[in-house]
């Protein structure tokens, strides 16, 4: 998808913006669907008990691409917090993350969400982490897995950011969670446009069916012209998260963040949101200001 030189380039420019230290974690602890490695980034000036975030990338991508396609280096040497970016093996094809296997959609079930929570709890012992700060961001197949790890390890995720993904076990019952499965009434919204909110609470719930506690903060941003992940993925992702966090739509708020967007508003806001954005393709422009408020970090 991206060339080796056009990534070792935008390599050299982040090395020059950004004042800290990537390194790859191959041993992290569990890893039972052979994820490959996760880059940590962490700045020169690294909170006493930092915040944590997980960078998921999209098909055909890597943690040093995900690395470059946001800012959040950037906000690590403003706040202080680690972050890391992972990359996913390529048994599915395109390197998309496992998120349709009932191992990945289980609690401790084997699978990549199991991997990928072992990388956090790493990285919180290793940096005497928040464990109140421990949040997850991604684009498509990432934010898809994104959903997946608020369902699977709510009692580890506090938040995750969500831009053009689809509800956590929306791909239960497809062969593979990628572009080029047989059975794209998922991303492509069939799902979305036939299961009630209390059916999408379900699947989050029977991710982790002997969790009772409190469940991660959600932030949902998708594009009204995208054709990869249709629009109605965002309402159905509100729908689950405002049933399972038990809050209600309270009011829009128009040009927000930036011109076109429109902030969704639940409750007062700070439990759950989301961004519809107004001729937006996949994948809209990160918004880190927006993102770090919502998480509470800025």
């Keep these: 998808m991206y060339s080796g030189t056009f990534l070792s380039a935008l390599a050299a420019l982040?090395?020059?913006?950004?004042?800290?230290?990537?390194?790859?974690?191959?041993?992290?602890?569990?890893?039972?669907?052979?994820?490959?490695?996760?880059?940590?980034?962490?700045?020169?000036?690294?909170?006493?008990?930092p915040a944590v975030i997980l960078g998921l990338h999209p098909c055909g991508g890597t943690g040093q691409m995900y690395q470059q396609m946001t800012p959040l280096n950037s906000y690590a040497d403003k706040l202080g917090f680690v972050v890391m970016y992972p990359t996913s093996n390529s048994q599915q094809g395109m390197n998309c993350w496992d998120c349709h296997t009932q191992k990945s959609l289980t609690h401790d079930g084997g699978g990549d969400s199991q991997g990928l929570a072992a990388m956090v709890?790493?990285?919180?012992?290793t940096y005497s982490?928040?464990?109140?700060?421990?949040?997850?961001?991604?684009?498509?197949?990432?934010a898809m897995e994104s959903n997946v790890l608020a369902a699977t390890y709510p009692d580890l995720f506090k938040g995750a950011a969500s831009y053009s993904g689809v509800p956590?076990?929306?791909?239960?019952?497809?062969?593979?969670?990628?572009?080029?499965?047989?059975?794209?009434?998922?991303?492509?919204?069939?799902?979305?446009?036939?299961?009630?909110?209390?059916?999408?609470?379900?699947?989050?719930?029977?991710?982790?069916?002997?969790?009772?506690?409190?469940?991660?903060?959600?932030?949902?941003?998708?594009?009204?012209?995208?054709?990869?992940?249709?629009?109605?993925?965002?309402?159905?992702?509100?729908?689950?998260?405002?049933?399972?966090?038990?809050?209600?739509?309270?009011?829009?708020?128009?040009?927000?963040?930036?011109?076109n967007w429109k902030r969704i508003v639940y409750g007062d806001g700070t439990k759950l949101i989301g961004f519809e954005v107004q001729g937006g393709g996949h994948i809209p422009a990160f918004q880190g200001d927006a993102t770090m408020k919502f998480f509470g970090l800025m």
């Design 14 to 49: 982040s090395a020059v913006a950004s004042a800290g230290k990537t390194q790859t974690v191959t041993n992290w602890g569990d890893n039972p669907s052979k994820l490959p490695g996760v880059l940590v980034y962490t700045p020169d000036k690294l909170a006493a008990t």
């Design 168 to 259: 956590a076990a929306c791909w239960a019952g497809s062969p593979i969670s990628t572009p080029m499965s047989s059975d794209l009434s998922c991303p492509m919204g069939q799902k979305a446009s036939t299961y009630s909110a209390q059916k999408w609470a379900d699947l989050a719930h029977g991710c982790d069916p002997g969790y009772n506690g409190t469940y991660p903060k959600m932030m949902v941003v998708h594009g009204t012209a995208d054709t990869a992940v249709t629009i109605n993925n965002l309402k159905a992702q509100l729908d689950q998260w405002s049933t399972v966090l038990g809050v209600s739509f309270s009011k829009n708020v128009t040009n927000d963040p930036i011109t």
């Design 129 to 142: 982490g928040d464990e109140s700060k421990v949040f997850v961001v991604g684009g498509s197949s990432g």
């Design 121 to 125: 709890r790493w990285a919180l012992k």
